[in-house]
Nanobody, 116 residues
Framework: QVQLVESGGGLVQAGGSLRLSCAASGSIFSFIVMGWYRHAPGKQRELVASITPGGGTNYADSVKGRFTISRDNAKNTAYLQMNSLKSEDTAVYYC??????????WGQGTQVTVSS
């Protein structure tokens, strides 16, 4: 099993930066795809960014050029660096892990609030 714990959320001013961390337990971290999702009130949950075991990345158009996803396989940790934050980025951010065809797990979520 893979357990995920997010940290690093908080309150920031528009234009500021924040880094989220997702620490994973388990022995298969280097073989799984990691992703960050967000869910704002009244909105659908959306994929923000993902990263493959080999380091390939994918970003939502709304965050491309501002956010960077990365991973440190030696530390079993994924990161989301968020720069030039906007009020529209306010949401609960969730870490996600998936592997193989049938398996997926989620973290508990961390609140990000951007003031305008």
């Amino acid at each position: 099993q893979v357990q995920l714990v997010e940290s690093g959320g908080g309150l920031v001013q528009a234009g500021g930066s924040l880094r989220l961390s997702c620490a994973a337990s388990g022995s298969i971290f280097s073989f799984i795809v990691m992703g960050w999702y967000r869910h704002a009130p009244g909105k659908q949950r959306e994929l923000v960014a993902s990263i493959t075991p080999g380091g390939g990345t994918n970003y939502a158009d709304s965050v491309k050029g501002r956010f960077t996803i990365s991973r440190d396989n030696a530390k079993n940790t994924a990161y989301l660096q968020m720069n030039s934050l906007k009020s529209e980025d306010t949401a609960v951010y969730y870490c996600n892990a998936r592997w193989g065809v049938h398996f997926e797990n989620w973290g508990q979520g961390t609140q990000v609030t951007v003031s305008s």
